[in-house]
């Protein structure tokens, strides 16, 4: 079986979680046997090499419906189906709020796929998407697709709210890699926070740096600023006090290592589908503290602390509460029971079986 993974144009140029998973996904099929490719949904492909297409980010119709077009293979899709629509009405500017308020989601997102062509020179890689907009286009390929694999129940009844479909899906829940969980610390963990995300709105880094300002807990924010997000990065280092430190961007090696020296990694964001750094966090012993909105419930269940991304003393109080509890000790079966990429890539296998059968 030969399979190409295909993703949006900046996949590496910009990563994020859809990097870590389309990666960590072919990385384990191959061991599994299957041949697996990855490419940019801007790249030119030879479709006669492969049996089965299997697409990332359905928030981003435009990168799939041209290839789907072209190639007249069976596809499935990891939809990563991420609800920008609460901070777009209310937390990003005037322009947002404006769209948000007059079009919509899905027009919203219409809109950011033509500033991503005037101002990121990202081609409209399939120009129906101009004629269809960005909804029906979405409908299209949830209908068409030969399977759905979201990372939760939870993302796949949010998708059934918003669009109009008829589909079967399977539940690929992400994970961590093996060096997460099995790598000895060498560290005596502190009383430390820390953050490991794109500093960007949906993150909320902004509050987080609200929340723990002058109290002396030390914070530490690992990632670079998303494309776009260059005045929300300024922003927040303009906020921030003398406990909080920006490190840029980092390793794995090196996430590790702060993670290990970390009693709580935090993750206030405005929307997470699974929140992968909490993953990891999660296998390297820290307790975690995390948003109430999107999916990370079903995931994270009693082994985190919610927050509302919203409330600077929301997200103060649930770290606090982290600081002062030991970690569970049971978090490291749990993560070996639940969240391993080689889990999710035996899945995704299963599903691509069926497709093909």
């Known amino acids: 079986m030969k399979v190409l993974l295909i993703s949006r144009p ?37 479709y006669d090499s492969y049996d089965l297409l299997h697409f990332f980010n359905i928030i981003r119709p435009n990168t799939i419906s041209g290839h789907v077009k072209k190639s007249n293979l069976p596809f499935v899709i990891s939809t990563i189906f991420v609800d920008y629509s609460e901070i ?19 027009g919203t997102d219409y809109f950011k796929t033509i500033g991503r062509l005037i101002f990121n020179k990202e081609k409209i890689i399939d ?8 909804r029906k286009s979405a409908e299209k390929l949830l209908n068409s697709a030969s ?38 610390s060498t560290h005596q963990k502190g009383m430390g926070v820390v953050c490991v995300g794109r500093i960007e709105f949906v993150k909320n880094q902004l509050n987080l740096i609200k929340a723990l300002k002058g109290t002396g807990i030390p914070l530490k924010i690992i990632g670079q600023p998303a494309p776009n997000h ?43 589908t699974t929140g992968l750094s909490s993953i990891e966090a999660l296998a390297r012993r820290c307790n975690i503290v995390i948003t109430k909105k999107g999916d990370t419930e079903e995931y994270f269940e009693d082994f985190a602390f919610y927050c509302d991304p919203q409330s600077p003393d929301s997200i103060r109080e649930a770290i606090e509460r982290a600081l002062e509890e030991d970690v ?7 993560i070996r029971q639940n969240f391993t990429w080689q889990n999710a890539a035996q899945k995704t296998l299963k599903a691509y079986q069926k497709v093909l059968s």
Not at 147 to 164: A, G, Q, T, V
Not at 176 to 184: C, G, L, S
Not at 232 to 242: G, M
């Open 328 to 334: 569970n000790p049971e978090l490291n079966k749990f």
């Open 147 to 184: 399977k759905l694999l979201p990372n939760s129940d939870n993302e796949f009844r949010r998708l059934k709210e918003r669009y109009n479909f008829r589909n079967t899906y399977t539940k690929i829940p992400n994970g961590v890699t093996n060096d997460f969980i099995d790598q000895k």
């Open 230 to 272: 260059k005045a929300y990065y300024e922003q927040c280092k303009k906020e921030a006090t003398d406990n909080i430190q920006f490190l840029g961007q980092k390793s794995k090696e090196e996430i590790i290592h702060e993670l290990d020296q970390a009693k709580v990694h935090v993750l206030p964001s405005w929307f997470e």
């Open 127 to 134: 120009r129906s998407y101009l004629f269809y907009g960005h």
């Open 88 to 106: 777009e009405r209310s937390e990003r500017g005037l322009l947002f709020r404006f769209l948000a308020k007059v079009f919509g989601p899905d």
């Open 10 to 46: 900046t996949l590496f140029s910009a990563p994020g979680g859809d990097t870590v998973q389309i990666r960590e996904t072919a990385n384990e099929l191959i061991k599994l046997g299957v041949e697996a490719d990855i490419c940019l949904a801007d790249e030119v492909v030879n």
